[in-house]
């Protein structure tokens, strides 16, 4: 976590701050990062083994950053699993593992209140003289800090004990020193019974060291980039402190520089990867001195892969997406597992580098018609659009488009569009004459009609009227023209009156079917949504971890209450006249499998005409890459990637 303690995996939730990385200059650093999603999912297990121990459960599939860079637990060296993989010979970076946090015990709670009070408190018995009044003892317990969680944990485990303390304001804010606060008791019994509780133990229990240790860190201890302090003016503290360190294993040095009030230090050596074995061994409640953030990834960890085992088993396993696209955990780099992940298998980063990396097959062409060209092709109807946007910015600058559509009507190959880039107006001449030769679809994604709204999700893509006029010149060429009206956002585009609008847009600009499917958060854009709702509409994160609790999906009552409210727009609007009752303005027997939503059925206009059920270029107007549980990216036995 950012505040150097650490969570079970499975236990993080969204918003949670905890340590990334990333690159400054020559090196990586440590940074505080944001949890954007977690997850959990099922998957064939490995136990990756390193050589100080380090064991961790994981997939095939996860990434870990090693001196040679992100490597997959496995791969091959040839063939479609052919990815850089971990071998022996990798040494894998971070500061390597730590230990878990025990419980906090009885002797816990007793050893960290002697060092915090003996650290930093004041505690005794004063006689005082009056002149002409009564003589008395004082009796006085005083602790005050700066920072709450000391004093909170203090009162807490004195309360433990049936001492009750107050609290109140020490010391103002200066320009010098910040504010401090304090807690205190002037009550005999209390202030023995306090006295009694830190009393130096006879004989010191692991249990006692570990709270003896954060105490007096939580007192008197700083942390930097390369050393771990623990200061006192007292030898018996000092002498303390050693021996416990020492009992753990710990290389700790005394720096006594002989000054007039005695202080001296003791520090903790052995880098990171030692500070945080003392932090979640010991456990210190003053969180500030714990963190990693800034420090640069050096560690003299043996981080040496020694064994990949397949468990020959499939279990639970969790993973999280985070603002810089990596975690660490037990004590090692890792991978944000999906996120965008075609670029992933180019090396490229997941974040960044799919907002501004355009990737391009500049031989498409060429390859296409040389796979077409094949004996054994089908002439299965292939989908152009189901995984990535056929008509990008890009397009207008290589002119692909043009070269495929003529490869795929030549060859006689049934093909559809599906688009959000208006971009596709340049090609709707040549999609005719196509369509003269072969069955073309065609088919509009249109998500948001608010235009703020769509400014700031969809900033850089055509506007809502700009795709619909482009709905309007290919009908207006005689080509059917479904539209998605999809994802519809909960609590953003699911009223009436937005959906009603959109509805009675998309039908003025003559689209001959309609499909609206309600958001699904697939690995991949779960992240990079929920980032944006978090910053863009805080108040709807409940209300979206409430109806994706379940997983990618919206619950069926959901589903229910949006296709209700759908059907009486759709037909007012006149886009029922294929539904069959489904109110979905879609044919009744259309095709399932929209991409990103396995339910939903496809626009009337949006697959190819179904011609001849007995001719081979048109063999159904299902494609394969919409079949349940198949790759969209694979339809008709293509890849146009």
């Not at 496995?74 to 850089?84: I, K």
């Not at 509780?197 to 980039?225: C, K, M, N, Y």
């Not at 975690?327 to 580098?353: K, P, Q, Y």
């Amino acid at each position: 976590m950012a505040d150097g303690s650490q969570r079970p995996i499975a236990d993080l939730r969204v918003g949670d701050r905890i340590v990334g990385t990333e690159r400054r200059g020559t090196y990586r650093h440590y940074v505080e990062t944001e949890v954007f999603a977690h997850w959990s999912t099922v998957k064939p297990a490995l136990r990756l083994t390193l050589a100080d121990g380090t064991e961790i459960v994981t997939s095939g599939d996860h990434r870990f950053l090693s001196r040679r860079g992100w490597k997959y637990v496995v791969g091959t060296m040839a063939g479609r699993q052919r990815r850089p993989h971990l071998t022996t010979d990798d040494q894998l970076l971070g500061f390597g593992r730590s230990g878990p946090t025990p419980a906090a015990c009885a002797e816990y709670r007793r050893g960290w209140l002697t060092g915090m009070i003996r650290g930093d408190g004041h505690l005794g018995v004063h006689h005082y003289e009056r002149p002409g009044r009564r003589h008395g003892d004082q009796h006085r317990f005083r602790l005050a800090l700066i920072d709450h969680e000391g004093l909170d944990r203090a009162q807490a485990y004195l309360a433990d004990l049936g001492i009750r303390t107050d609290r109140f304001a020490f010391s103002a804010v200066t320009s010098s020193r910040q504010a401090m606060t304090a807690i205190r008791t002037s009550a005999a019994a209390a202030v023995a019974q306090i006295a009694e509780h830190v009393a130096w133990p006879q004989e010191s229990t692991a249990g006692w060291q570990r709270g003896f240790l954060a105490g007096i860190f939580d007192a008197g201890g700083s942390r930097s980039h390369r050393a771990l302090r623990i200061a006192n003016t007292d030898p018996e503290v000092l002498g303390r402190t050693r021996a416990a360190l020492a009992a753990f294993g710990f290389d700790a040095v005394l720096e006594d520089r002989h000054r007039a009030n005695g202080l001296a230090t003791v520090r903790v050596r052995g880098g990171l990867r030692e500070h945080l074995r003392f932090v979640h061994l010991v456990d210190p409640t003053i969180r500030r001195k714990s963190g990693v953030t800034d420090i640069a990834v050096k560690s003299d960890a043996d981080l040496k892969v020694v064994e990949v085992r397949d468990l020959h088993l499939q279990v639970p396993m969790f993973d999280i997406t985070t603002g810089t696209g990596d975690f660490v955990a037990n004590g090692v780099i890792s991978h944000n597992c999906f996120a965008r992940s075609t670029h992933e298998w180019l090396d490229l980063d997941a974040g960044r580098d799919f907002d501004t990396q355009i990737v391009v097959k500049t031989n498409l062409v060429e390859v296409l018609r040389r796979e077409l060209a094949r004996a054994s092709w089908k002439r299965e109807h292939v989908a152009l659009g189901t995984n990535t946007d056929p008509y990008q910015r890009a397009e207008g600058r290589y002119r692909l488009m043009p070269g495929v559509i003529r490869a795929l009507a030549d060859s006689g190959t049934p093909f559809s569009v599906l688009t959000k880039g208006t971009l596709a107006r340049r090609d709707v001449p040549l999609l005719a004459a196509a369509a003269r030769d072969v069955p073309v679809g065609f088919g509009v994604s249109l998500a948001i009609w608010d235009e703020d709204l769509h400014a700031s999700l969809e900033p850089g893509v055509p506007t809502p009227r700009a795709r619909l006029d482009l709905v309007r010149a290919v009908t207006d060429a005689g080509l059917p023209c479904g539209v998605f009206l999809a994802p519809v956002l909960p609590g953003l585009t699911d009223r009436q009156s937005d959906l009603d609008a959109a509805l009675e847009a998309i039908a003025a600009a003559g689209a001959t079917g309609v499909t609206v499917v309600p958001l699904h958060l697939r690995p991949g854009a779960r992240e990079w949504f929920s980032a944006w709702l978090a910053r863009e509409h805080p108040a709807l994160v409940g209300r979206y971890r409430q109806l994706y609790r379940g997983g990618a999906y919206v619950p069926a009552e959901y589903r229910a209450w949006l296709a209700e409210g759908v059907a009486p727009l759709l037909r007012r609007h006149g886009l029922d006249g294929h539904s069959g009752g489904q109110a979905r303005g879609v044919d009744a027997t259309a095709a399932s499998g929209v991409p990103g939503d396995d339910e939903a059925a496809f626009p009337a206009g949006s697959l190819p005409p179904v011609r001849d059920r007995g001719a081979a270029p048109a063999r159904g107007a299902r494609t394969r890459a919409t079949a349940a549980g198949e790759d969209p990216a694979a339809a008709g036995q293509l890849s146009l990637l």
